[in-house]
């Protein structure tokens, strides 16, 4: 007995399921929602999203069978239900040990990446604060969820340990994140930091969601005579791994940035440091030129239609198209590792937060890239553990092509 199997059991055996004539009104196992199910001929269609993008025989149409077998049972004898929790392995012992040990190895880790940005050339005033510990002093302190005051203790540890040489006031690690010039350094860091997984990952899937600010915009609406107040929030685009949860490449927008004008960006940043197979995304990226985008580093899309779309098209549209209809079993387990993308937004915001501390528009975008370098970082710590990886950077770059950035 599969999973939907299991589940149109337990509806069929703990709820009340209406018929009328070949009508069967099945309640969602979820919330109050009805849908239905209508038994004619050899096809049995549901009003769920799951049997409208599927085609295949949904857990509402398993309880309406299992309620028919019920009711028409000769010896009178009722189904008993019982519920199975479904599990997963864990390798108990790598967990463990990159728990205990992740933040001494986060700091090893942002300390060599930190090692490939290029000091700016010293110039007339005051002698300068090193960059690489500027950003690494930053990165901590999202690390640590604290305000820059109480990171200070944090950041004295790291320089006691030899990791930077000079411990940043807290001033110019808040003027550092108020910087555009930053911002450009995190993505590299992000990208770079993901490259020791390029032997591990070639399937990729993307998706973005929102971390909200502390900032507010109120507007009054003449119509209504009212006044709104609304919480300001920012869209991050990740590409990541589905083997890992690694993110390879990341964009941040406002929250009316669309998706897929992120894609092609995205995927050209990946194909940089992985050799790409698949891409998996949701119907909000669904365009030719997303296709083109991906096809043109050798991967394979896996992006389904809309209910409304035909297969007229471009060559390439109207393959996937026929692929999406006729293979839909085989098109929707590649699909589905979609999924993982939304794992890793949980990730990052349970460990990191799901907003920001600071106020001004660029701090924000940094924080945000901060949060997904510290992610990156975690990942790695785990994959040490569990996969024996010895993770190297900058390895096979020459100084022009590190971190160079204006300051």
């Known amino acids: 007995m599969d999973g939907r199997e299991q589940r149109g059991l337990e509806i069929a055996a703990t709820k009340k ?18 849908y239905e199910v209508r038994l004619e001929g050899e096809t049995k269609p549901c009003t769920c999203l799951d049997f409208e993008t599927r085609q295949i025989t949904c857990k509402h149409i398993h309880a309406v069978t299992f309620t028919l077998q019920r009711e028409t049972r000769p010896d009178g004898s009722v189904l008993e239900t019982r519920s199975v929790r479904v599990t997963y392995g864990q390798n108990w012992t790598a967990y463990n040990a990159a728990q205990t040990h992740e933040k001494e190895r986060v700091t090893e880790l942002l300390r060599g990446l ?24 930053t990165t901590m302190k999202v690390y640590g969820l604290t305000s820059g005051r109480r990171a200070a203790t944090d950041i004295r540890d790291c320089k006691t340990k030899g990791h930077i040489d000079h411990v940043p006031h807290y001033n110019s690690i ?7 010039a930053l911002t450009p350094i995190l993505k590299s860091l992000i990208e770079e930091s993901a490259s020791p997984l390029s032997g591990v990952e070639s399937d990729f899937a993307i998706d973005s969601s929102g971390f909200s600010t502390c900032t507010f915009v109120r507007w009054f609406d003449h119509k209504y005579g009212k006044m709104h107040t609304d919480r300001q929030w920012l869209k991050c685009h990740l590409m990541i791994g589905v083997k890992t949860h690694v993110v390879t490449s990341v964009e941040i927008t406002g929250k009316e940035g669309s998706d897929f004008n992120q894609l092609p960006p995205l995927v050209e940043s990946t194909a940089k440091r992985f050799d790409m197979a698949e891409v998996s995304a949701d119907k909000g990226y669904i365009s030719n030129k997303s296709f083109e985008a991906i096809t043109a580093v050798g991967a394979t899309p896996y992006i389904p239609f809309k209910s409304n779309t035909t297969g007229e098209g471009p060559e390439l549209w109207r393959k996937m198209f026929h692929f999406y209809q006729f293979n839909r079993t085989e098109f929707l387990e590649k699909y589905h590792k979609r999924s993982n993308v939304e794992s890793t937004f949980s990730m990052i915001k349970a460990k990191f937060g799901a907003s920001v501390r600071s106020k001004k528009r ?16 975690s990942v790695l710590v785990h994959s040490i553990y569990e996969l024996g990886l010895e993770p190297t950077f900058w390895a096979e770059k ?10």
């Open 398 to 407: 020459t100084p022009a092509q590190k971190v160079d950035a204006i300051w």
């Open 114 to 137: 930190c090692d490939g940005i290029v000091q700016p050339a010293q110039k007339r005033g005051r002698p300068r604060l090193a960059l690489s510990d500027l950003v690494f002093s």
């Open 174 to 180: 808040g003027n550092a994140l108020e910087s555009p």
């Open 362 to 377: 660029v701090a924000q975008v940094n924080e945000i890239l901060c949060k997904v370098l510290c992610h990156n970082l």
């Open 17 to 34: 399921i209406r018929r009328m004539k070949n009508l069967w009104f099945v309640p969602s196992s979820n919330n109050s929602a009805l």
